[in-house]
C-alpha cells in the first residue's frame, strides 16, 4: 500500500512539473500566430514584397484569419505610411488568389466592433494611451506635445482611438505590429524603445520579446535584428 501511494506521488508530481513547465514556456516564447505577426509587420514594415508572400501564406497557415492579418497590415501605414501599407494589402490579395486557385480555403474572421460611446476620440485614444503605458497623463505639455499640439491631437484620435480601439486585433497584438513595423523601416531607436516598454506593461514577457528579435532575424535580416536586440537590451536592463 505504502508503495502505490509513494507511486502515485511521483505521478502526480511529475504531472504538475510538466505542466508548470509548459506554462513557464508558453510565456516565454510566441506562438506561431505571434510569430506570423512579427514577421508579416516587419517585412510590410521594410517593403521585402517577395518574403513577405511565404510570411502571409505562414500566418494564415498558423491560423490567423484574413481580417487578423488585414488589420495589422492596416495598421503599418500609422508607422511606415500609406505606400508600405498598401502595398502590403495589395501583396496579401495576391496571396489569397493563389490559395483560392488552389482550393484553400481560409477564414474570414470578425470584423471589429461597433463603437459605443459618448466621450470623444480624443478622451477614448489617451484612456488607451494611459492604459497600454500605465501612466495617466496629467500636468502640461511637454516635448513634441507642446511643440506641435496638432499632432499629439493626431496620436491619440487616430493611432489610440481609431486604430487601436479595433478589437481585431488584442493590445499585445498590436503591440508586436508595432515593434516588428519599427525594426523594420529602421532609424526609430527611441519610438522603439517607447513601444517595447509598452510590450511589457501590456504583458508580453522579456522571453517573448527575445523571441520577437529571433523571428525579426530570421525573416527580417540581421541588421534589423541586431539593432531591436541592442533596444531590446537597454529596455530589459533599465526594467531590472
Do not use: W
Amino acid at each position: 500500500m505504502l508503495k502505490q501511494i509513494k507511486s502515485m506521488l511521483v505521478l502526480i508530481t511529475v504531472v504538475f512539473t510538466t505542466a508548470a513547465s509548459a506554462q513557464t514556456k508558453d510565456k516565454q516564447s510566441l506562438n506561431s500566430k505571434e510569430q506570423a505577426i512579427v514577421g508579416i509587420s516587419g517585412l510590410a514594415g521594410k517593403g521585402e514584397l517577395s518574403k513577405l508572400k511565404d510570411q502571409l501564406n505562414a500566418g494564415l497557415d498558423a491560423g490567423l484569419t484574413i481580417n487578423q492579418i488585414k488589420e495589422a497590415l492596416m495598421q503599418v501605414y500609422a508607422y511606415a505610411g500609406f505606400p508600405r501599407s498598401l502595398r502590403g494589402l495589395q501583396t496579401f490579395m495576391a496571396v489569397l488568389d493563389e490559395r483560392k486557385a488552389k482550393g484553400i480555403s481560409d477564414e474570414l474572421g470578425a470584423d471589429a466592433s461597433p463603437i459605443v460611446s459618448d466621450k470623444s476620440k480624443y478622451e477614448r485614444g489617451k484612456a488607451i494611451l494611459e492604459q497600454l503605458s500605465g501612466n495617466k497623463e496629467t500636468g502640461p505639455k511637454t516635448g513634441y506635445a507642446a511643440f506641435a499640439p496638432t499632432i499629439e491631437v493626431f496620436l491619440k484620435e487616430h493611432l489610440f482611438a481609431d486604430i487601436f480601439e479595433r478589437d481585431v486585433l488584442t493590445y499585445q497584438q498590436r503591440e508586436l505590429v508595432t515593434v516588428s513595423v519599427l525594426s523594420g523601416i529602421g532609424g526609430v531607436g527611441p519610438m522603439l524603445r517607447s513601444h517595447l516598454n509598452l510590450c511589457l506593461n501590456v504583458g508580453l514577457t522579456p522571453g517573448q520579446l527575445q523571441d520577437f528579435v529571433a523571428v525579426i532575424r530570421k525573416s527580417v535580416g540581421e541588421t534589423e535584428a541586431n539593432a531591436a536586440q541592442k533596444v531590446l537590451d537597454e529596455v530589459l536592463n533599465n526594467s531590472k
